[in-house]
């Protein structure tokens, strides 16, 4: 299970990696110095990006593992770098006694993450739509590499919903191909990414337009709500969809309330 769980790990590096790259050429950093700070956020666009590239290109039988994902992340991250400034010298300025209050708020949500983690990476998976609908896509696109198995295209054997989307399959199948096998157990970790996804992206998307305290104890109350963890471990494609979505509705109200660039863009792709 340890290898199991250092490839999932490894996966969601190479989509942070994959999302440094993309934001420059998203305008969510003009600067290297801007790309460093923002990289909380480069995995959240790396998360969405992945799956939307996973799901397309196996429709096209171009399965996205342990060859395509390293090739695309140090692709977008060479471009993204190319002629890309450093940004100058910054001066150090102690934070405030609202920013302190604020990364302490933040804090206490990485402890929650702490103690969730460790629930995700034993927890089996036992409901019926998280198998039925998601599970067996997943497991199907990894042993098939693309969407032409009858649990895609088969109404007479009872599939259910055979017009959702692909893309929590296929980021599920991504993490199948570093594993080398279908783990319905350990693939909560890929789950779990959606939450870090959730806080790493809102705190960067909002913290230069809102109050930081503010910012920081509405995702620390978001995450902690009853039903957040529940629904997010169940395996069912809700939850993840409800991040992309708050993202992408910051992302555009930021930008409606400021023209601050790169904001659009962020708000198509999530």
Same mark, same amino acid.
């Given at each position: 299970?340890?290898?199991?769980?250092?490839?999932?790990?490894?996966?969601?590096?190479?989509?942070?990696?994959?999302?440094?790259?993309?934001?420059?050429?998203?305008?969510?950093?003009?600067?290297?110095?801007?790309?460093? *700070?923002?990289?909380?956020? @480069?995995?959240?666009?790396? /998360?969405?990006?992945? !799956?939307?590239? +996973?799901? #397309?290109?196996?429709?096209?039988?171009?399965?996205?593992?342990?060859?395509?994902?390293?090739?695309?992340?140090v692709a977008s991250l060479t471009i993204g770098l190319w002629r890309l400034p450093g940004g100058g010298a910054r001066r150090y300025r102690f934070p405030g006694v609202a920013e302190l209050g604020a990364f302490a708020?933040?804090?206490?949500?990485?402890?929650?993450?702490?103690?969730?983690?460790?629930?995700?990476?034993?927890?089996?998976?036992?409901?019926?739509?998280?198998?039925?609908?998601?599970?067996?896509?997943?497991?199907?696109?990894?042993?098939?590499?693309?969407?032409?198995?009858?649990?895609?295209?088969?109404? *007479?054997?009872?599939?259910? @919903?055979?017009?959702?989307? /692909?893309?929590?399959? !296929?980021?599920? +199948?991504? #993490?199948?191909?570093?594993?080398?096998?279908?783990?319905?157990?350990?693939?909560?970790?890929?789950?779990?990414?959606?939450?870090?996804?959730?806080?790493?992206?809102?705190?960067?998307?909002?913290?230069?337009?809102?109050?930081?305290?503010?910012?920081?104890?509405?995702?620390?109350?978001?995450?902690?709500?009853?039903?957040?963890?529940?629904?997010?471990?169940?395996?069912?494609?809700?939850?993840?969809?409800?991040?992309?979505?708050?993202?992408?509705?910051?992302?555009?109200?930021?930008?409606?309330?400021?023209?601050?660039?790169?904001?659009?863009?962020?708000?198509?792709?999530?």
């Amino acid at each position: 299970m340890t290898d199991r769980i250092v490839a999932i790990v490894g996966v969601q590096l190479l989509l942070a990696v994959l999302g440094a790259g993309l934001l420059p050429l998203l305008r969510l950093a003009s600067t290297r110095r801007e790309l460093l *700070a923002r990289l909380p956020l @480069a995995y959240a666009v790396g /998360l969405a990006a992945g !799956g939307i590239l +996973a799901a #397309d290109l196996a429709v096209v039988h171009v399965p996205v593992g342990g060859i395509a994902l390293p090739i695309l992340a140090v692709a977008s991250l060479t471009i993204g770098l190319w002629r890309l400034p450093g940004g100058g010298a910054r001066r150090y300025r102690f934070p405030g006694v609202a920013e302190l209050g604020a990364f302490a708020i933040l804090g206490v949500t990485v402890l929650f993450g702490v103690a969730a983690v460790r629930v995700f990476a034993i927890k089996p998976l036992i409901e019926i739509d998280g198998w039925a609908i998601w599970g067996l896509r997943a497991r199907a696109l990894y042993d098939f590499g693309h969407p032409l198995a009858p649990v895609f295209t088969d109404s *007479a054997a009872s599939y259910q @919903a055979l017009q959702h989307p /692909l893309l929590l399959p !296929g980021l599920e +199948a991504v #993490d199948s191909r570093f594993m080398h096998t279908f783990d319905p157990t350990v693939i909560h970790l890929q789950l779990f990414g959606f939450a870090v996804a959730f806080v790493g992206g809102g705190w960067c998307l909002l913290r230069a337009y809102a109050s930081q305290l503010l910012l920081a104890a509405v995702l620390l109350a978001s995450i902690t709500t009853s039903t957040f963890y529940d629904q997010l471990q169940s395996n069912l494609a809700d939850m993840p969809l409800a991040i992309f979505v708050a993202l992408g509705v910051a992302a555009l109200a930021t930008w409606l309330r400021t023209g601050a660039g790169g904001m659009l863009p962020a708000a198509t792709l999530f």
